[in-house]
């Protein structure tokens, strides 16, 4: 699905990402963990279309298509969906509203017609009963005065709506309590399928003891130091990251 | 990346930029005593009519143009303007049939046919083009409940007696420069009369357009809701691109009585000038009402038009526990120019008064919004509550807010708040990466912003000032 070649990326004089590859396949299911500051934001953010970054060398496929030259519109349209670490608030705009603008925005560059309200509508009820979310939340402003968890679950409300191909879920679960955690991960499971993937940017192991991931890459001064698969998660969370450092010195 | 999208600013053109090809009569550009006596026999106007113009245009000639709003323009040479142009007719009009089919196009290309809204709305309608009424709609279905809804003209011949009661009590001649020009000129506009007790069935309208080049336009309404009554009256603005600056002087008065309720909403969509900044309406307005006891007056406007507007409309809160509110939307783009804002004037007990206005700048204009919050010495318990917004676009425009408060009651209770924020790249990224583009992700958020005051708009013109809003702002991304 997404194949990332020696991908090689700067901000200002700042080398970030220093070679990265990755491939990963419909279905399969790719945990990023690494110390702060290693680079997984960057490699999201540079995914999903950011401008922030100066792309210094490599390559990123998509489904056959250069990614790297596409906008960020486009990316989505194509299937991408990032969920932000920071959501923004913006003032005004029903989280309904915005939902409906996102999908009907994707039809649009597939020569659709607008869904029809009455779907949507059962289609936003579906997803807010799946993420255990009450009714209200649909006609609030989008993220203003949401709390860092609920601003978390409406990103996944929001993948769950869009169905993504690819999802990528940076710091998902940081500031989740224990029962916001369980609903977002459920939330996760239902997307999985044979031809969806997701990437889950982490910290911790927490999350991926619901969402089992297939592969787990340790990123480090911007490079995959070491991959593996759900036992490496264990064994970091076990050993810290010190031992990874300590290698690749 | 900024600059790139600021320069595409100029992308959007104006699309209401058409002339009309109608025979007009006009009067020769200059301002005299002999000009206003030609305007007011045109118009076969009463003798205590012709004298309050003069009086009026006196109080003008010892008047100078105020220079204390935030704006710049070359000020207008009054002797270059005509102050009278009338598409010409040989007859009054019984009906819409007889208006000139080139006019009714006009409309059509305004996208206000007056068949359609005559079927589909139930929107009474006036229209204003250049100096004259052209058409009323649905004056039989009104006068069943004895509203009065015509043009001003008309008024003046056909019930003198309220016009004479009550022209120039909200705003007198000699309240200021434009006000007295208006009051020596004024060619024509809307009259409305609601009696006791009744609730106008439906929204009362006014389309104002400046056609004749080298003409100004001085209209005048005046609005009056008797006791008890209730009036929802829109007036929407147009005129065609030109090189000059057009002038547009009016004055709007409102009178709620007793127990009454106005709610006066405007889509003001006037020429802005040019990407360049050339041409462009001035827009020198004064609009103001009274409010008697437990009455409500509640203006809304949405202003995205005028290359230089000044305008506060304004409530009078005379009367014991009367309200007086202010929901304004102020676009300005490219060279616009924009001071506006209200007073609120509280001189009865337990009065209250909102102000909600959110200005947008974009390009190189200035936005500034100016209002005065007032609490007379018998004010007891006098409450406002002010919220000035504003939103920047780019990095070469610019807002400012001029709060004046003045109590003079110790109970009075006044709130301020204002924020200015710009829309953030951080939010149109955000947008993009759900698949929603630029110019979309733009309207979004600028709706969303102005919602609190769109909510105020009847739904139709909801929908209209929507649209005008995305129109004004394409292309410019800050």
Known sequence: MIKIKN??????????????????????????????GSGKSTLSSIIAGREDYDISGGSIDFEGENLLSLSPEERAHKGIFLSFQYPVEIPG?????????????SRKSRGEEPMEARKMLAMMREKTVLLEMDKSYLSRSLNEGFSGGEKKRNEIFQMAMLQPKLAILDETDSGLDIDALRIVANGVNKLRSKKNAVMIITHYQRLLNYVEPDFVHVLYNGKIVKSGDKNLALELEAKGYDWIKAENT | ?????????????????????????????????????????????????????????????????????????????????????????????????????????????LGISLD?????????????VDSVSVATTFKETLAEKGIIFCSMSEAIQEHPELVRKHLGTVVPKRDNFYAALNSAVFTDGSFCYIPKGVHCPMELSTYFRINEAGTGQFERTLLVADEGSYVSYLEGCTAPSRDENQLHAAVVELVAMEKAEIKYSTVQNWFPGDAEGKGGVFNFVTKRGICERNSKISWTQVETGSAVTWKYPSCILKGDNSVGEFYSVAVTNNFQQADTGTKMIHLG?????????????????????????????RAENAR???????????????????????????????????????????????????????????????????????????????????????????GSVG
Not at chain 2, 52 to 60: G, I, M, S, V, Y
Not at chain 2, 67 to 85: A, E
């Open chain 1, 93 to 105: 705009v029903t989280v309904s509203n915005f939902i409906k603008t996102a999908i009907n925005e």
């Open chain 1, 7 to 36: 991908l090689k990326a700067r901000v200002e004089e700042k080398e970030i990402l220093c070679g990265i590859n990755l491939e990963i396949n419909p279905g399969e299911v790719h945990a990023i963990m690494g110390p702060n």
């Open chain 2, 349 to 377: 007990k337990n009065t209250k008064s909102t102000i909600i206005s959110k200005g947008i700048s974009a390009g190189r204009s200035q936005n500034s919004y100016r209002g005065l919050v007032r609490v007379g010495a």
């Open chain 2, 384 to 474: 406002n509550f002010s919220q000035c917004d504003s939103l920047l676009m780019g990095d070469k425009c610019g807002a400012h807010t001029f709060p004046y408060i003045e109590a003079q009651h110790p109970s009075a209770q006044i709130e301020h708040e204002a924020t200015t924020s710009k829309i953030g790249e951080d939010q149109i990224f955000y947008c993009n990466q759900r698949g929603i583009g630029t110019e979309e992700a733009i309207a979004l958020i600028v709706n969303g912003y102005c919602k609190e005051v769109l909510n105020q708009l009847p739904m139709e013109f909801a929908v209209e000032a929507q649209k005008l809003l995305e129109v004004s702002l394409e």
């Open chain 2, 116 to 128: 359609e809204q005559k079927r589909l709305s139930g929107v009474a309608m006036d229209v204003v």
């Open chain 2, 1 to 109: 990346m900024n600059d790139e999208i600021i320069d595409e600013i100029t992308a959007s053109e104006y699309k209401y930029g058409f002339t009309t090809e109608i025979e007009s009569e006009t009067v020769p550009p200059g301002l005299n005593e002999d000009v206003i006596r030609l305007i007011s026999s045109k118009k076969n106007e009463p003798k205590w009519m012709l004298e309050w113009r003069l009086d009026a245009f006196q109080t003008w000639l010892k008047m100078v143009e105020p220079n204390w709003p935030n704006v710049n323009y070359q000020k207008p040479d009054f002797q270059t303007i005509s102050y009278y142009s009338a598409p010409k007719q040989k007859k009054a009009l019984d009906s819409l049939d007889e208006v000139d089919p080139e006019l009714l196009k006009t409309f059509e290309k």
